[in-house]
């Protein structure tokens, strides 16, 4: 077995590893931590399906931040959903047969690469000239964009300058899904593109991605607005009552 | 007047570019120890402060899963930093929400998480030094809680509870804001933030009844600690004395005297606020609350009701039942608390007042949502209900009314600038320029539809108003109740 495809499958196996369990252990933290208080941001919605279609409206079509600012709305949702669509266009190179509704979406797919590309330049562009954005922006957050635009871009170059094998690819990861590892292609572009999907994954838990989990647990959205009608106690709470 | 510049009103809104630590001098006074003690915080600041608040912070991620959530979900899009009253009024880039945030996340990155221990140049994580904590006084001051970042945040981070969370951890460590601290050992020792006793209360109601007969020639009471009433009212202790507050609660009595419910207010709840929220703390909350439900129970009341007061509704819409209920011993008829905004309202839909608006024909009104009120309680059965309900009482009692544009009313309304604990005079220069996005929507509506007044339901914006509207230009009496306006249109008697 070629040393590279060994680096690879165990990177990708560490990687999947360390997302799971971390995002697990995150979303066991909020899930367990209570919210000892009524706090919805409102007006808020007075029934649980109410709150359901709140948090689809803000998950679907960012609402909030809608909002706030168009360009931050723009971009954020250009990225998103781009990126939605290329990880969905994506599930090609673990189906055999690929699902109808991914073949359906890949000429989409191909588009939404672009889509994200740009959503993410303009997401960088405003920690560079908008001041405020300027400010509060770390090294963290410019090296998050520098990684999230290296891995569109390195998928972008394999589609329309550099093709990889893209049927090896496909067999190497349907092989590390069924431990029966296939060689991995050993293409630079291809390489560079899987090593920083799998940093993408390492830090996915440990870094402000947890915005993904976060925002299902945001009490000021997912709050149902009904304190009169029913009494909300946390057990920490109950405890000072004894 | 004093040794800041008034900024100055233009003619749009325009986001300032950031001036680095032009409010890093703004600090409250610091509590001493005997208002420290009563609340069960040191006095002074603790040996090992940095351990003690490091312990405090993993106490209350623990608690609270807002802060949890908030704190790890920040992915600095910038959305919030033109949203902060006190950004816009004072371009110190601290007072943009997500920056007065980091103030606290860098210190929890550095100490609860693998990048800030490992990476902290990375992600801009730091120990909790003495100048951090200079940092956190300062700026964590300069929140109102007043949520208006929370609604623009696109995962709800609200500042808020990230300011409440590191004020609590400076009480734990000794270091307490005089102004909030002070004030609740005042609620604990005498039963309001005024430190009013029972019998100035009762001397204060009773001028207030005689101002009313000479006025109306109607004798209207205000009872106070009336065994077997069926309402018990509390109210900011404001209510009592101050303007255009007081004017307000002759409103309230002139409307029960009106519906021919009976009422009383209690020397024993004689305060709404419950300055616990500001300083983050349940255990406080809890205990100021707890004081409604012994007066009630004390009292045999059937319903409570609060008076005009924007934080203290919050507390008791959203966490009265939780604080200090169940409330099983009131009439299940009515919910529990009721704002006197939702008693007025249904009165004048049943036509049960005589509402004569020409009463208030000297004035062209508008109105300033409360932000507590506005974005984190409700009134009337539907959402939203917590804006129409005053604009409805409002309207029932004068001719003139104009809303201030749509960007600065309703949940996208402006803070006074004075809440969260900030109604002090040790923070002037803050208070005044927090003001500053209110004020231009104010000149706005002024110029172009000549409106005179403008009218609010909290006692916290109402001092806040009446104080800094002079900076601006603006008259100190042209802040006024909601009940003001009400007492102005009531005509007594007419319906009985």
């Given at each position: 077995m070629p040393f590279l495809t060994i680096v690879y499958a165990v990177l990708f196996y560490a990687a999947t590893a360390l997302m799971v369990v971390g995002l697990a252990s995150k979303i066991r933290q909020y899930a367990k931590t209570p919210a000892p208080l009524k706090i919805p941001t409102t007006p808020a919605p007075v029934t649980r399906s109410g709150v359901v279609m709140r948090m689809f409206r803000e998950l679907v079509f960012f609402e909030s931040l809608f909002r706030s600012n168009k360009w931050i709305w723009l971009f954020g949702w250009l990225f998103h959903y781009g990126m939605f669509l290329v990880l969905a266009r994506h599930l090609r190179y673990f189906t055999d047969p690929v699902w109808t509704w991914v073949d359906l979406i890949q000429p989409f797919g191909?588009?939404?690469?672009?889509?994200?590309?740009?959503?993410?330049?303009?997401?960088?562009?405003?920690?560079?000239?908008?001041?405020?954005?300027?400010?509060?922006?770390?090294?963290?957050?410019?090296?998050?964009?520098?990684?999230?635009?290296?891995?569109?871009g390195t998928g972008l170059m394999m589609d329309y300058v550099t093709h990889t094998d893209i049927v090896a690819v496909k067999e190497f990861f349907r092989g590390?899904?069924?431990?029966n590892w296939?060689?991995?292609?050993?293409?630079?572009?291809?390489?560079?593109?899987?090593?920083?999907?799998?940093?993408?994954?390492?830090?996915?838990?440990?870094s402000k991605l947890l915005h993904a989990p976060g925002v299902f647990f945001s009490p000021t959205r997912n709050q149902v607005d009904n304190p009169r009608e029913k009494r909300h106690l946390s057990a920490w709470a109950a405890e000072l009552e004894k | 007047m004093a040794d800041f510049e008034t900024p100055e009103l233009k003619e749009y809104p325009v986001i300032p570019h950031i001036e680095v630590g032009t409010m890093a001098h703004s600090k409250p006074f610091v509590a001493k120890e005997q208002f420290q003690e009563p609340l069960g915080f040191p006095g002074e600041l603790v040996d090992n402060w940095q351990q003690v608040a490091y312990d405090k912070m993993e106490e209350l991620t623990g608690k609270y899963r807002s802060l949890a959530v908030f704190l790890?979900?920040?992915?600095?899009?910038?959305?919030?930093t033109d949203k902060c009253h006190y950004y816009l009024g004072t371009s110190d880039p601290k007072n943009m929400p997500v920056a007065r945030q980091d103030l606290f996340r860098k210190v929890y990155r550095r100490k609860f998480t693998f990048a800030g221990k490992y990476f902290p140049k990375l992600v801009g994580a730091v120990d909790l030094t003495e100048d951090v904590l200079n940092d956190w006084y300062s700026y964590f001051h300069q929140c109102s809680q007043c949520r208006r970042c929370s609604v623009y945040c696109p995962y709800g981070i609200d500042t808020a509870e990230i300011s409440m969370a590191a004020r609590e951890v400076m009480d734990s460590i000794g270091?307490?804001?005089?102004?909030?601290?002070?004030?609740?050992?005042?609620?604990?020792?005498?039963?309001?933030?005024?430190?009013?006793?029972?019998?100035?209360?009762?001397?204060?109601?009773?001028?207030?009844?005689?101002?009313?007969?000479?006025?109306?020639?109607?004798?209207?009471?205000?009872?106070?600690?009336?065994?077997?009433?069926?309402?018990?009212?509390?109210?900011?202790?404001?209510?009592?004395?101050?303007?255009?507050?007081?004017?307000g609660l002759m409103g309230y009595a002139k409307v029960f005297h009106e519906s021919g419910i009976s009422w009383t207010l209690s020397s024993h709840a004689s305060e709404?606020?419950?300055?616990?929220?500001?300083?983050?703390?349940?255990?406080?909350?809890?205990?100021?609350?707890?004081?409604?439900?012994?007066?009630?129970?004390?009292?045999?009341?059937?319903?409570?009701?609060?008076?005009?007061?924007?934080?203290?509704?919050?507390?008791?819409?959203?966490?009265?039942?939780?604080?200090?209920g169940p409330f099983d011993f009131l009439d299940p008829k009515y919910p529990v608390p009721m704002h006197i905004m939702e008693f007025t309202h249904d009165l004048i839909q049943r036509d049960a007042l005589t509402l004569d608006k020409s009463a208030n024909d000297d004035m062209v009104l508008t109105y300033h949502d409360s932000c507590n009120v506005a974005r984190a309680s409700r009134m009337g059965p539907k959402p939203g209900g917590q804006f129409i309900l005053p604009r409805e009482v409002i309207k029932a009692s004068c001719n003139h009314f104009y809303d201030m544009p749509q960007d600065t009313i309703h949940d996208a309304?402006?803070?006074?600038?004075?809440?969260?604990?900030?109604?002090?005079?040790?923070?002037?220069e803050l208070r005044v320029k927090g003001a500053l996005p209110r004020m231009e929507a104010l000149k706005h509506v002024v110029e172009n539809h000549g409106v005179t007044h403008m009218a609010a339901i909290c006692a916290i914006c109402k001092s806040q108003f009446a104080k800094v509207m002079p900076y601006y230009g603006f008259q100190m009496d042209s802040i006024v109740s909601v009940h003001q306006l009400v007492s102005n249109a009531i005509v007594l008697g007419n319906k009985q």
């Open positions: 191909m588009y939404a690469a672009f889509a994200m590309s740009a959503g993410l330049l303009g997401l960088w562009a405003r920690r560079f000239f908008v001041d405020r954005v300027r400010y509060i922006s770390s090294l963290s957050d410019h090296l998050m964009l520098a990684l999230l635009f290296s891995i569109a590390l899904m069924y431990f296939q060689p991995i292609p050993e293409d630079p572009v291809l390489l560079v593109h899987l090593g920083l999907v799998a940093t993408l994954m390492i830090i996915f838990p440990i | 790890d979900s920040c992915v600095k899009c910038g959305a919030c270091v307490g804001q005089k102004y909030c601290n002070e004030i609740i050992a005042k609620v604990y020792k005498i039963g309001n933030n005024l430190g009013l006793p029972q019998p100035a209360l009762l001397d204060t109601l009773e001028g207030l009844e005689e101002d009313i007969e000479d006025d109306t020639g109607v004798t209207v009471r205000l009872p106070l600690d009336v065994k077997g009433a069926d309402v018990l009212v509390v109210t900011p202790s404001a209510d009592f004395f101050a303007e255009p507050h007081v004017d709404a606020a419950n300055f616990g929220m500001f300083i983050g703390s349940y255990e406080n909350m809890r205990k100021v609350a707890l004081r409604i439900r012994e007066a009630a129970l004390d009292l045999g009341v059937k319903r409570i009701i609060f008076g005009e007061c924007g934080h203290a509704w919050r507390v008791a819409y959203n966490f009265l039942n939780t604080l200090a309304t402006y803070c006074c600038g004075g809440g969260g604990g900030l109604l002090t005079d040790d923070l002037m």
